[in-house]
Nanobody
Framework: QVQLVESGGGLVQAGDSLRLTCAAS????????MGWFRQAPGKEREFVAA????????YLADSVKGRFTVSRDNAKNTMYLQMNSLKPEDTAVYYC???????????????????WGQGTQVTVSS
């Protein structure tokens, strides 16, 4: 089992920045590719970002490229999502997820992730 806990959400204004943190415990963190997903009210959960086991490769949704950055610190069992130039359409509950991988790859597909956090709310006012 892997336990994931997100933090760092909040209420901000458009143009502001936030950094989300996903703290992992329970298994060897570096065995897992990690991802960020979000779900806005009335919408399906969508992919935001992913990062491979070592952090060598990262993937970002087109809607956040140039504004968001995903990173990880395997020594701290932690993944981050740096969100800059936030927009009202970024308002959502943000979830982190873990996917066991033997190779240095990451998936953008929600159902391939094995473990999920409880989510943290991000609200961006205009």
């Amino acid at each position: 089992q892997v336990q994931l806990v997100e933090s760092g959400g909040g209420l901000v204004q458009a143009g502001d920045s936030l950094r989300l943190t996903c703290a992992a415990s329970g298994r060897t963190f570096s065995d897992y590719a990690m991802g960020w997903f979000r779900q806005a009210p009335g919408k399906e959960r969508e992919f935001v970002a992913a990062i491979t086991r070592s952090g060598f490769r990262t993937y970002l949704a087109d809607s956040v490229k140039g504004r968001f950055t995903v990173s990880r610190d395997n020594a701290k069992n932690t993944m981050y999502l740096q969100m800059n130039s936030l927009k009202p359409e970024d308002t959502a509950v943000y979830y982190c997820a873990a996917d066991y991988r033997r190779l240095e790859i990451a998936t953008l597909t929600e159902y391939e992730y094995d473990y999920w956090g409880q989510g943290t709310q991000v609200t961006v006012s205009s």
